[in-house]
């Protein structure tokens, strides 16, 4: 009797090990797309039918990118779907099908494409005005809602034949998947929607699509790539210590089991690897470190004044297969809602919780530092920031000066851990504070202005 009381015991025991571990995989997945710093951020896919035709549409299809910091750069989007039915597209304005596919059973007039499956890309900019309609042929590139909201939607219209001609037969797309440019997004079901609507341009007329789907696509950061692609270095002025990266945080230096792992800064080979590892420009070429990232952010504590303290923050490129094109950073950090001054940089305040103003988002002056070259000497870029000093909060002490998170084009940093911040001496003797009044903060500012203009 007892051996089946201690069996029935240890299988329910196990029972529940099972259960909670699958509970937790549940909601790791559901949880995995969620943004703290941009809960709301989203790209949403809008298939707008505009007018029927003898054997099936006209559609506008509108890619809107809602996310407040993340970005499609180059070499851009590319966007999938399946058919319902044997649907072909006629004709397209604005992208192109990258395969015709089999259209054998059409003796004339051709389809632009007969796939099942077809495969969009944008068109390139130059394209000529006729092959054009409005926010298409950009490449495939996608600025984030902050930093450029006239460019954060991308557009192209298709014909559909072989398709329904009325609301009732007509079906949407399915399995639509969105590469932006490599994986990440996870696209869900089309849904039936309220018509989009359209004002004219004089503003005197409104006019709605005949139907319109929506998809929506989040992301996730462990489905775009394996390990974390940046990290966080951290220093100040009142400690001689310097926090790297923490070590392997993007990997580890293994070329003896896998050659060209990384490349060393001094190396003959360096423009051969380069050359030779093109085909696959998603997976970075970065150079030799301890850390091994792609990208590394470094938050210097500068200065320490009456009323103000400054920082300084470097970004430095170790992937010499990219340069970053219309970068931008998020950092957060309570002091944000007494940010004076940023230098050489373009900010904006980011409120993921409405009331609390303790994110900023950073991204380059256009045609100044809004390129972040490839690895090497010109590989990086840095600014400055000014902050007043709130005497209910501010403080030196406990890591109180580093930011909390820090994400790069959209991806979470890593940050080294909190018992290795350099930390507050003792005692702090006064020469470290320097006098700065509120006209000597005008001043300096104007005197950066007038010496970039």
């Known amino acids: ?205 409104v006019t709605q699509a005949l139907l319109t789907w929506n998809v929506t696509c989040t992301y996730s950061q462990f489905l775009a790539q394996k390990t974390p692609t940046c990290c966080v270095s951290l220093s100040s002025f009142y400690n001689d210590t310097i926090v790297n990266c923490p070590t392997c945080t993007c990997g580890c230096q293994n070329n003896i089991t896998q050659p060209g792992s990384c490349v060393e800064a001094d190396s003959p080979y360096l423009k051969s690897a380069i050359a030779t590892s093109g085909k696959n420009s998603y997976a970075p070429l970065v150079q030799c470190t301890k850390h091994m990232c792609p990208i590394r952010v470094h938050w210097h504590v500068k200065l320490n004044y009456k009323d103000y303290w400054r920082v300084k923050v470097s970004i430095i490129n170790f992937n010499y297969r990219m340069n970053y094109t219309q970068w931008n950073l998020a950092v957060q950090h309570p002091n944000f809602d007494n940010l004076t001054t940023v230098f050489s940089f373009n900010y904006q305040s980011v409120t993921p919780y409405e009331s609390i103003n303790d994110t900023a988002m950073l991204w380059g002056l256009k045609f100044y530092n809004d390129l972040l070259m490839q690895a090497g000497p010109l590989g990086n870029v840095q600014s400055e920031l000014l902050f007043r000093k709130d005497k209910s909060t501010f403080t030196f002490n406990q890591g109180w000066a580093f930011p909390r998170r820090v994400y790069f084009n959209g991806d979470n940093c890593v940050m080294p851990p909190p018992d290795a911040y350099p930390w507050l001496p003792n005692s702090t003797p006064d020469t470290h504070i320097a006098k700065l009044t509120p006209v000597m903060v005008i001043l300096i500012s104007l005197a950066f202005l007038f010496g970039h203009a």
């Not at 750069?73 to 597209?89: C, D």
């Not at 559909?160 to 007509?170: D, E, F, I, S, Y």
């Open 1 to 205: 009797m007892g051996s089946i009381f201690s069996f029935i015991t240890k299988l329910n025991y196990m029972c529940t090990i099972f259960l909670v571990l699958w509970l937790f995989s549940f909601s790791f997945t559901t949880t995995e797309a969620y943004d703290a710093l941009d809960p709301t951020g989203n790209i949403t896919i809008k298939w707008d039918i505009m007018s029927w035709t003898p054997d099936g549409y006209v559609a506008v299809v509108t890619i809107y990118n809602y996310q407040q910091f993340r970005h499609i750069q180059a070499p851009g989007w590319t966007l999938g779907w399946s058919w319902y039915k044997k649907e072909v597209i006629w004709s397209m304005v604005g992208a192109q099908a990258t395969e015709q596919g089999d259209c054998s059973r059409y003796k004339t007039n051709i389809p632009h494409c007969c796939k099942k499956d077809p495969t969009v890309v944008d068109l390139l900019p130059g394209t000529p005005y006729n092959q054009q309609i409005a926010n298409c042929c950009k490449g495939g590139v996608i600025s984030s809602r902050i930093q450029d909201p006239s460019n954060a939607a991308s557009s192209f219209q298709l014909s559909v034949g072989a398709a329904g001609t009325t609301n009732k037969t007509v079906r949407a797309p399915r399995n639509v998947t969105l590469k932006a440019p490599g994986p990440g997004y996870t696209c869900g079901p089309a849904r039936l929607v309220r018509p989009s609507k359209f004002v004219t341009a004089d503003q005197r007329r």
